[in-house]
């Protein structure tokens, strides 16, 4: 997985949102491929118009759990957009995945703002799946 440092600075130097486009479907296929075993109903995000699976994984042997993500999506575009949100979350405490503002960053690398209607909410819908699964395991 390409750390979130590194996707930052890439984003900050493609100034064209062509070449920020072409990054983040590059960044779809470094993506590991989700066994077809987890793609199911239960893991699939739903308010997507793409489809898009996600699995979490938590160490429950703390009161703060660390998270990680497993995701895919059927389209480019989405699933580098699922590489970008396994970034920002993916191995981390489930106290810090609550306080952080994901959307603020994808508006910061200049990604946000070319989406279509359908793509931010798809992106919503899977920050907040990620959100809430995280705050379910801070209360057990």
């Not at 895919?72 to 580098?80: M, P, Y």
Request: with cysteine.
């Amino acid at each position: 997985m390409t750390p979130l440092a590194e996707i930052i600075d890439n984003c900050a130097y493609l100034d064209d949102w062509q070449d920020r486009m072409s990054y983040v479907i590059e960044l779809g296929r470094k993506l590991p491929d989700m066994p077809q075993a987890l793609r199911t109903s239960d893991n699939k995000v739903q308010g997507c118009a793409s489809q898009v699976w996600l699995v979490t994984h938590a160490n429950d042997d703390d009161s703060d759990p660390i998270l990680t993500f497993e995701g895919e999506s059927d389209a480019h575009i989405v699933r580098g957009l699922v590489a970008i949100v396994l970034s920002i979350f993916s191995g981390r405490p489930a106290s810090d995945i609550v306080k952080t503002d994901a959307l603020d960053l994808f508006t910061r690398m200049g990604l946000i703002e070319y989406l279509t209607a359908q793509r931010a909410n798809g992106l919503r819908s899977m920050i907040k799946r990620i959100k809430d699964e995280a705050a379910q395991k801070l209360v057990g």
